[in-house]
């Protein structure tokens, strides 16, 4: 949790981004296969590719937001947000097998070299691409900044792969083109197959974790718990668990609040509870559970153990 959202509409703020990706990825493939077509590059042909995948997985993140704003339903009562996760997923499926295409081109062409032509027009191309995918990530980050969109920051991660990948791709390009060393060109398509293999690593355990209920980090727990704490008629918290889903932070805990308050008081006090944690977390979804402190006993099903109320978070 380390980029705070902001009073900005989130759902707008992403699906403006998303389809500015799709665009971006659309003008890329048509430069570099225009590109492709005059110089035959075999690093140009890796990065077309990329491109080509780089549509593909921004379509998936394109719908997947708009899936993840859709309110609860009857079968949702969660809501959608872990469509954002399925699409990082599909990203990282789609980089994999970019990586294992463009890794095997690149051994072919360093078995079998072929020359480089047109040099010019495929450097004026990747100057072109670098300059536009720089310009992406700038307003994917911004976005970020905005929603902390999951599926908008594995799209961030890809295009900013790009960006080294495409240095790469120029090295190779002006290797084979004026200095005639052809099989520089592949071992730059090479690299850039290394290079997408790694950034997929990273994607696929992001959305793994966010698909199996990772909770937050360490610090952003310590915040929750001193929000609530702020209240010295809450003696203690335990059984917090967080998750996200989506953009949305979940958190459930139970508060030790004293034995002979009313039920009205009570939920005035949790109430007032939840309220801070949304002053410093706007947006999450919360649910306390108010307990008779001293009192408690084992509930609330399979996890429902009584860990000792010391006023910091025993479990998840």
Known sequence: MTEKATPLDPHAANRRITTLSVGVAVFLIAIKAFALGASGSVSILASLTDSVLDLIASLAVFFAVRWAAAPP??????????????????????????????????????????????????????????????GLVWMQSRAIRATGSMAVRGDRAHYAADIGANIVVLIGVISGAFLGAAGLDAAAGLIVAVWLFWGALGMLGGSADHLMDKGVDDETRARIVAAVLADPRIGGVHQLRTRMAGTVLMIQMHADLEPEQTLEAAHGVVVEAEARILKAFPGADILIHPDPRGRTRAHGGVKGNAEPSTGVPVTE
């Open 73 to 134: 339903d009857h079968e949702h009562r969660y809501g959608h947000g872990k469509a954002e996760a399925l699409a990082a997923l599909v990203q990282a499926g789609l980089v994999f097998a970019s990586a294992v295409f463009i890794a095997w081109e690149a051994v072919q062409r360093m078995v079998d070299p072929r020359p480089v032509t047109a040099g010019g027009w495929a450097v004026g191309v990747m100057v072109i691409s670098m300059v536009a995918t720089v």
